[in-house]
T-cell receptor, first 114, second 115 residues
């Protein structure tokens, strides 16, 4: 499968614990995005990488959230001291570095904080 | 602040009918308007997209109509089939630094096609 891959697919954690998600984009894509989707809502932009550089972060990304993309390949999203309000689907997408190109989404990681 | 408003929230259409979903946007810097289809447990997948230099784009049974002056666009699904039952999201992008495709999504429409 050459699409965007996200792991794990599901994560249940206790409030206050740290969690880390991984995204492997399509290999030739140099842009990588993270979105968050809550039940019944559309995805909301969190952050964006061009190669290894994190170029934009949403105000939704509190200081408990951190994202990295070492060497411009896979990316990780870490949430520290999780809260119940962090429960959501975390989606990763990737695209080529051109304007108006399709963003391909992974299947997401569903986080449940109990 | 919701920049893309989508309606209706849910829609039931008979097989063979036309499904119509509408979106309105506020930010005039938007210049790319895709529609995504999402099945349960899956990520969104691009269905069709339009730029504001055209008023309509058709791909198979799917058509986007775009009204720049009204800041509205809509998705029409002709000859709707049960396999089209999914959640549909309109989105908009543009005006970001370096042309990034930072998508702003609508709230989604849950479409059900009755056989």
């Amino acid at each position: 499968d050459t699409g965007v891959s996200q792991n794990p697919r599901h994560k249940i954690t206790k409030r206050g614990q740290n969690v880390t998600f991984r995204c492997d984009p399509i290999s030739e894509h140099n842009r990588l995005y993270w979105y968050r989707q809550t039940l019944g809502q559309g995805p909301e932009f969190l952050t964006y990488f061009q190669n290894e550089a994190q170029l934009e972060k949403s105000r939704l990304l509190s200081d408990r959230f951190s994202a990295e993309r070492p060497k411009g390949s896979f990316s990780t999203l870490e949430i520290q001291r999780t809260e119940q309000g962090d429960s959501a689907m975390y989606l990763c997408a990737s695209s080529l570095g051109r304007v108006y190109t399709e963003a391909f989404f992974g299947q997401g990681t569903r986080l449940t904080v109990v | 602040q919701q920049q893309v408003k989508q309606s209706p929230q849910s829609l039931i259409v008979q097989k063979g009918g036309i499904s119509i979903i509408n979106c309105a946007y506020e930010n005039t810097a938007f210049d790319y308007f895709p529609w995504y289809q999402q099945f349960p447990g899956k990520g969104p997948a691009l269905l069709i997209a339009i730029r504001p230099d055209v008023s309509e784009k058709k791909e198979g049974r799917f058509t986007i109509s775009f009204n720049k002056s009204a800041k509205q666009f809509s998705l029409h699904i002709m000859d709707s089939q049960p396999g089209d039952s999914a959640t549909y999201f309109c989105a908009a992008a543009g005006g970001s630094i370096q042309g990034a495709q930072k998508l702003v999504f609508g709230q989604g429409t849950r479409l059900t096609i009755n056989p």
